[in-house]
């Protein structure tokens, strides 16, 4: 039986105690046989990868407590493939020495038997072409689309999922027509101004100015410079963690943010109380979690993670939240009790399978309210 059985058309109730509709697959070249590298008497090691320095650092601690809620809760229940879940912490952050040596290294001498988290799409690719599929990797967070690799389940939102239909929604507003696309210097940057150009041009805009940065500039002066210059009145900022932070505070100081919106694929909770609500008005973000959603799975969710970590826990965001979804759907995935086809995996976002690599998962385009997000619809 392979692995890429693992979403068929079925319902199952998750540990949300809500029904989760599954439907389509993640084809890989992985047999079951292939998973588990180490003794069946032993824990199940996961290799649980997350950004600890750099820009991306911001997230860290979210990540590591929401993977920890759900490796709390599956160890409750019958672990993952019916042994006892133990992670592994290992920096995944671009900063980072050798982060897939250290991961090549683990695979090679049989310390973990899967991996999931999140880090930059750069990095994720050499992190596949290390791993070669010999493991599951479950990568969570938002990204571009489009990664075939063997062994590989990006079960986070996409790219163009995330953009089309925001950019739309705003265009038919007419609060966006000319627009400045500025992103760091890398994959998932340089694909989302592929398909953003793409959306603009539909809904009647135009694509004035564009820029990548390495990460770290720190001065943005002169892209703030060049955005004036090209009289934008919307930026799409494709930058990660403190980048985004950074350009966002350098943004408001300049006191463009009365009249020119700002719209993210990737800026969540830790960074918006990061960037000041001083510096937050006609912010737009698109993403496929926000800690304030009112429904029950989400209240329910942020019930436990309270009730583990405390109130002064890193506050909830999307890319946290998806380490917790990919612990479930890993577990699910090896659950040897269910066929695999009527898999369903518990997430705070009434996530589903939907098709070759794409997760189904809402998305929401929210307004930045100071220092927290007022969501304003489903896409």
């Given at each position: 039986?392979?692995?890429?059985?693992?979403?068929?058309?079925?319902?199952?109730?998750?540990?949300?105690?809500?029904?989760?509709?599954?439907?389509?697959?993640?084809?890989?070249?992985?047999?079951?046989?292939?998973?588990?590298?180490?003794?069946?008497?032993?824990?199940?090691?996961?290799?649980?990868?997350?950004?600890?320095?750099?820009?991306?650092?911001?997230?860290?601690?979210?990540?590591?407590?929401?993977?920890r809620l759900a490796q709390a809760e599956l160890n409750r229940w019958s672990g993952i493939a019916g042994r006892p879940c133990e992670l592994r912490v290992v920096d995944t952050s671009d900063e980072a020495p050798d982060v897939e040596g250290t991961l090549g290294s683990l695979v090679d001498d049989g310390e973990i038997d899967a991996l999931v988290g999140m880090c930059i799409s750069s990095v994720r690719q050499r992190i596949v072409r290390t791993i070669g599929g010999r493991l599951p990797f479950v990568y969570t967070c938002l990204y571009e689309g489009g990664d075939a690799s063997p062994g590989l389940y990006a079960i986070g939102e996409t790219a163009v999922r995330q953009l089309t239909p925001s950019i739309a929604w705003l265009s038919e507003r007419g609060q966006a027509r000319r627009w400045m696309l500025v992103g760091n210097d890398y994959v998932w940057p340089r694909v989302s101004h592929g398909i953003a150009r793409r959306s603009i041009a539909a809904s009647g805009g135009e694509v004035v100015a564009e820029t990548f940065l390495p990460f770290s500039v720190g001065d943005y002066s002169q892209v703030i410079d060049r955005l004036r210059a090209s009289r934008a009145d919307a930026v799409l900022i494709s930058m990660v963690g403190q980048d985004a932070v950074d350009f966002n505070r350098a943004f408001g100081r300049a006191g463009l943010q009365q009249r020119v919106l700002r719209l993210s694929c990737a800026i969540e909770e830790n960074q918006l109380l990061a960037i000041g609500a001083e510096n937050t008005d006609n912010l737009y973000v698109a993403m496929g979690y926000f800690a304030a959603l009112e429904t029950d799975a989400n209240s329910a969710f942020k019930e436990r993670y309270h009730s583990q970590f405390g109130d002064r826990a890193p506050a909830l965001n999307s890319i946290g939240q998806s380490l917790y979804e990919g612990m479930h759907f890993l577990g699910a995935l090896l659950e040897d009790r269910w066929p695999l086809p009527s898999r369903g995996y518990a997430s705070a976002r009434h996530a589903v399978c939907g098709g070759v690599r794409m997760s189904e998962a809402p998305i929401y385009l929210a307004l930045a309210d100071g220092h927290t997000f007022h969501v304003i619809k489903q896409l």
């Open positions: 039986m392979h692995l890429d059985a693992a979403c068929g058309s079925a319902l199952r109730v998750g540990l949300l105690g809500h029904a989760v509709p599954t439907r389509g697959r993640w084809p890989t070249g992985l047999d079951r046989g292939t998973t588990t590298g180490r003794r069946a008497g032993s824990d199940f090691r996961v290799a649980l990868c997350a950004p600890l320095r750099g820009p991306e650092g911001i997230w860290g601690p979210s990540c590591l407590a929401s993977a």
